[in-house]
């Protein structure tokens, strides 16, 4: 399947998550990890999409989730920074999807540079916040 980059915008614009996750480390010192997330979710029978997403990007996993849905995920930091966010930066997302993007990519350069992110900051993201 031989992908182009505007119809990844339109695929993604309506099937793309950019996702924050936490995760508490220490409760008694209220410590959190933040976990990013670029992911794609279909249906089992689609799954040929996702595959070529992840050839396209040249990183990344496709998965099997529990209800015969598959996910493309990308969570490593310097993939995100250099496949995913290149390529939405170059190629602007045109629905609401744009508005996570550029909220994702804040956080995202936060992180990279190991800069302080507070939980609250994290919480104004809300729906960015993805599960596992």
């Not at 998550?17 to 959190?32: G, R």
Request: charged share 30%.
């Amino acid at each position: 399947m031989d992908l182009q980059a505007q119809w990844i915008v339109g695929f993604i614009d309506g099937q793309g998550h950019f996702c924050i996750l936490t995760k508490q480390k220490d409760a008694s010192i209220n410590e959190f990890e933040i976990l990013l997330e670029f992911k794609v979710v279909e249906h089992e029978r689609n799954v040929q999409v996702l595959h070529a997403l992840k050839s396209y990007f040249k990183c990344g996993v496709v998965s099997k989730n529990p209800d015969n849905k598959m996910t493309y995920r990308v969570q490593n930091i310097e993939h995100l920074t250099k496949m995913i966010i290149p390529f939405f930066e170059k190629h602007s997302l045109k629905t609401k999807r744009g508005i996570e993007f550029r909220k994702f990519r804040k956080i995202l350069l936060k992180v990279k540079k190991n800069e302080p992110i507070s939980l609250k900051e994290i919480e104004s993201f809300s729906n960015l916040k993805c599960s596992l």
